[in-house]
């Protein structure tokens, strides 16, 4: 059942969106569309922890 909903939600977000680029560094890395489908923001994993450590 969970993957049913998983499915969902990756049909929901554009293929444009999944091209795993992050939003802050404009480097491509595995973990944007992770971040993406968690938190909605398309940031990689070294600037989500930036943010959280640097909220500005």
Known sequence: MIENNDELIL???????LNNICDECKQEHQSVTQNLILTGYKIC?????SKTIFPL
């Open 11 to 17: 049909e929901d977000i554009n293929e444009e969106e």
């Open 45 to 49: 994993k070294s600037c989500r922890v």
